[in-house]
């Protein structure tokens, strides 16, 4: 589907491995996402080590960072993305980060500088490409002449971001949430780069990779025009929560692309909210409900449900019967079912490519024939874990120094 080198494989999400071993049936049970409300740079930032859970409490978030842990946190994103020798030594000695005191302060202007040198660096690795262009002006900031084409690449990927007075805010200290923000958006643009052209070689992610369960799930709602309406994100996301606006799309683009009429005041009364952004889990069962009606009504069996929290005088009560019949089982393993908990694209996803597959609206492919491990087979996958096991405990390593840094007096700004 796309073509990369080596070290991005290898720097593929650390977090993703877990979910593609214990993946499977697993992904039709609820998946708890307690950050799924989070901005994506900063749930996304944690699962690449850019910061921890203990980060997320906003005293953190918000105070100002010094040198070294931004430097840090740089190297990480580089080696993630296959920049060789990525480490803050050799990042200083190549120009990219500044030989500054490692406890001194950093700004914003700095930290764009610093992402526009790394940007010229992978670059001229010709892991990126970008043709020279004006970047946007700043009221509070003049962009150099030697960083002109590499922020107005930054810009156009929508790493660097003004304030809407159209000052950058460049004297400002540094933030832990300033510095996720950019670095993460950075290592997602460049992944995304990386990775090739969507149009050209299948939809793909940053954060998942094409053997992980959830791809065949997309491919098989992108044939049927579930993503018809809605503009996909380099990053999945899977934990995030999927909001009402989404699912409606998603109806609209697989009805459109069946030839079929939406019922619109149905959906209207389905995703009708009290104010969540987000779509709940008794939404999904009533969405789910009606694309079985449209599609598969007469192939539809009622079977008996067993939710410790659900009886028939609920609104989704009927929706589940017919699911159950479909064999789809939405519950969470104590046995509720939590018709108000908001249901993260993971799930969502999957349940809904279930039902598109007993609706038969688009051809299940013919399922490739099964064949015996071979000597090359179990030396890649040493390979592979090997490089992983390697990736984890570098980022283990930068977590535990940025601990030491934490603990240590921080320059005030």
């Known amino acids: 589907m796309f073509k990369s080198n080596s070290f991005f494989y290898s720097g593929m999400l650390v977090a993703v491995l877990f979910l593609a071993l214990f993946a499977g049936n ?3 049970q609820a998946v708890f996402a307690s950050s799924g ?6 749930r996304l930032g944690m699962e690449i080590g850019l910061i921890n ?18 430097a840090e946190k740089i190297a990480t994103a580089l080696d993630l993305l296959g920049y060789e020798n990525a480490d803050v030594k050799n990042l200083v000695s190549r120009g990219i980060l500044a030989g500054k005191r490692s406890k001194s302060s950093i700004t914003r202007k700095e930290a764009i500088e610093t992402l526009a040198r790394a940007c010229a660096a992978l670059k001229a690795a010709s892991l990126i490409s970008y043709e020279a262009s004006e970047p946007a002006s700043y009221k509070d900031y003049r962009i150099a002449e030697k960083y002109r084409s590499d922020i107005s690449y930054l810009q156009k990927k929508f790493v660097v971001r003004g304030f809407p007075d159209g000052s950058l805010g460049a004297g ?12 993460y958006r950075f290592y997602e643009a460049v992944a995304a ?3 090739g052209s969507r149009e050209n070689q299948g939809i793909s992610f940053v954060d998942i990779p094409l053997s992980h369960p ?9 044939v049927s025009g579930a993503f018809d309406k809605i503009i996909l994100r380099p ?40 104010g969540s952004t987000f779509a709940r889990r008794g939404q999904l069962a009533l969405t789910l409900e009606y694309i079985l009606d449209t599609f598969a009504k007469d192939k ?18 009927e929706a589940l019967v017919k699911l159950a019949g479909c064999g789809l089982k939405l519950g969470y393993g104590d046995g509720r079912f939590a018709t108000e908990d908001d249901v993260t694209w993971f799930e969502a996803t999957s349940l809904l490519n279930e039902v598109i597959k007993f609706c038969a609206i688009v051809e299940e492919p013919a399922a490739t024939k099964d064949r015996l491990a071979v000597k090359d087979d179990i030396e890649n996958l040493k390979t592979l874990l090997k490089a992983k096991r390697e990736k984890i405990r570098k980022i283990l390593k930068v977590e535990e120094a940025a601990v030491q840094n934490q603990t240590e007096p921080e320059t005030s700004n």
């Open 26 to 28: 697993s992904l039709f």
């Open 37 to 42: 409300n989070l901005p994506r740079e900063l």
């Open 53 to 70: 859970q203990e980060h997320l409490k906003s005293g953190r978030l918000n105070r100002s960072i010094n040198y070294q842990q931004f």
């Open 172 to 183: 400002r200290s540094l933030t832990l949430k300033d510095a996720v923000f950019f670095i």
């Open 193 to 195: 780069d990386l990775m």
């Open 214 to 222: 959830i791809m065949a799930v997309i491919k098989n709602l992108t």
């Open 235 to 274: 990053s999945f996301d899977g934990d995030s929560f999927i909001t009402v606006a989404d699912l409606n799309e998603i109806i609209n683009g697989l009805f459109a692309r069946a030839g079929k009429e939406t019922d619109q005041v149905r959906v209207r009364t389905i995703l009708a909210g009290q």
């Open 300 to 317: 539809l069996n009622a079977q008996k449900i067993e939710y410790a929290d659900v009886t028939f005088e609920n609104p989704e009560y």
